[in-house]
Structure formats: structure tokens, C-alpha cells
């Protein structure tokens, strides 16, 4: 009877797994074409730039721009992102801070989080350290999910690109004013 027992609750947590790991796989995929690529980032783009603010409007076709001319900006993520706001004419001077926190909270209210927002997250894609980001648009509000145009980091000899992070632990904000 015993070893009934566990080869049931055996097979119900294979099951289990196989099922999360499933639609884990299955939510990623959804956003993504065949190639790997965003679906429909152009329009996404157009969408997010329209609802933008002036200043994250200016933000977001800064780092479109960039990224369409492959421009390198070799360092880090925050050397990235810091090259977009100050080649969109907005300076240290010219930016507030809504969420100063750290990186273990308290985090943001992510209906705070408005296109052109320069984010801090835990990038749960890569390691879960510190990175960040230009914010996009939601992909998934509820699964936290949105498209940021980032810089890989490390000092690599490669452009910026748009991707899509779990955005569920943010805990710094900068934004344009």
C-alpha cells in the first residue's frame, strides 16, 4: 500500500511540473513570432510612442532610432539607457525620480510605470540581478510582463534591442521632465 502511495504522488508531481513548465514555455512563445522575435513590435512601438507623454514620446523614438542605426554605447545597462535620455535632450538636470527604493523593496506600483520611464528590476531572464531598462508597453499586465529597450551590458560591442522582462520586482524609476 505504501509504495502505491508514493508512485501516485510520484506521477501527480511529474505531472504537475510538466504542466508549469509547460505554460511557462507557452506564455513565452506567445509573444514571440517564429524567428524569436517580438509579435508586432512595430505596431507596439507606434501604440506606445501615441500614448507616451511629450517627453517619453521623445524618449521612445530617441531609442528606436538608435536601435534601427545599430548605434553601440559600450558599458553597462545604465550607460544604455542614460545615452537614450541624454540623446533625447534630457540631462541628469532634466529628470525626476518617482520611486527611489532598493533592490530588495519596497517595489512599484506598476501602474505608475508610464512609456519612456527608465526602470531598475530584478531581470529574472538573466541570473535575477539588477538591470534595467526603457519602458515600452505591456505585453501581460496581470503576468507582469512588458517590452523594454535595453542594453545587454558588459561592456559588449552590440546595439540595444527591445525585449520582454517580468517586470514584478521594480524599485527604481526615472522619468523625464
Not at 34 to 41: E, M, P, T, V, Y
Not at 51 to 61: Q, R
Not at 83 to 112: E, H, M, W
Amino acid at each position: 500500500m505504501n509504495l502505491i502511495l508514493k508512485y501516485l504522488i510520484l506521477v501527480l508531481v511529474t505531472q504537475s511540473c510538466a504542466t508549469l513548465k509547460k505554460s511557462k514555455t507557452e506564455d513565452t512563445v506567445s509573444d514571440l513570432d517564429s524567428q524569436g522575435k517580438i509579435r508586432d513590435l512595430e505596431k507596439i512601438l507606434r501604440s506606445a510612442e501615441e500614448k507616451a507623454s511629450p517627453e517619453g514620446k521623445t524618449i521612445l523614438s530617441t531609442g528606436r532610432t538608435m536601435v534601427e542605426k545599430n548605434k553601440i554605447v559600450r558599458g553597462s545597462c545604465w550607460d544604455y539607457a542614460n545615452a537614450v535620455y541624454n540623446n533625447s535632450g534630457f540631462k541628469a538636470n532634466q529628470r525626476i525620480t518617482p520611486l527611489k527604493s532598493k533592490i530588495k523593496g519596497p517595489y512599484a506600483d506598476l501602474s505608475s510605470i508610464q512609456p519612456g520611464d527608465w526602470l531598475y528590476f530584478i531581470n529574472y531572464s538573466f541570473k535575477e540581478i539588477d538591470h534595467s531598462g526603457i519602458f515600452v508597453e505591456w505585453t501581460d499586465v496581470e503576468k507582469k510582463r512588458a517590452i523594454l529597450l535595453s542594453y545587454v551590458g558588459g561592456r559588449k560591442k552590440k546595439p540595444g534591442s527591445y525585449k520582454i522582462y517580468d517586470l514584478k520586482h521594480v524599485y527604481y524609476i526615472i522619468r523625464a521632465k
